[in-house]
């Protein structure tokens, strides 16, 4: 059986709050490297995007729980063309002759500096978000199958291992190899990935919760027993 075209209250919410947060991540927070002094732990050195890009995998885990992966693949490819979008338009910006006063010549370079690797950022997120995103899902989907939807906290957690290594293993690499130190980038990517994951396990009851109160209100709880897997298509 595949997923029936049929209307849900909040599903394009999701959708659009999907598409903000990978934005954000990807243009505000991704190109800058934060450290803080954390307790026990001391010096640590991560990503800005940390704040708010594992929302993202929430989001992805809560679509396939409720929704099912084909319609977590559309909240995907959605997130991508706004990214192209974002990424074409940074470029227009960018490269917009300015204005020849005193202010615009200072004011230029801060341009190009904020969003001049923005090809690059756009480009990791693409191939990994892509590649993490689907594998996140497809964990999901399968794990909901074999434990017959028990332990949600289980599938959540265990999803986001594998898909967020994946993710974060291919974004630094592709975004920032050869302008980050690669002692540092090493070291951000290893604190991004145990973050992130920390960060899915300690967003569990909230996901609960969460998933809890759109099963009820969607009268949905989709199982993925003969979807078709592939990531390139918008079909449910």
Known sequence: MTQTARSYKYYDLIMAAFVCVLLCSNLIGAAKAAT???????????????????????FGDILTEVYGYGRDRRVVWAGFGALLFA????????????????????????????????????????IAFCCGSF??????????????????????????VVGQFVDTSFFFVIAFWGIWPQEQLIAVTITQYLFKTCWEAAMTPITYKVVGFLKRVENEDFYDRNTNFTPFSIKL
């Open 36 to 58: 803080l002094n954390l307790p026990l732990l001391g010096q640590v050195t991560f990503g800005a995007d940390l704040m708010f890009f594992p929302l993202s995998y929430i």
């Open 87 to 126: 990424a074409f338009m940074a470029y227009v910006v960018v490269n917009l002759p300015p204005a020849q006063n005193e202010f615009m010549a200072v004011y230029q370079k801060q341009v190009e500096g904020v969003f001049g690797n923005t090809w690059r950022i756009v480009a990791g997120s693409m």
């Open 135 to 160: 594998v996140n899902s497809f964990v999901m989907a399968k794990m909901k199958i074999l434990t017959q939807g028990r332990h949600l906290w289980a599938r959540t957690i265990g999803s986001t």
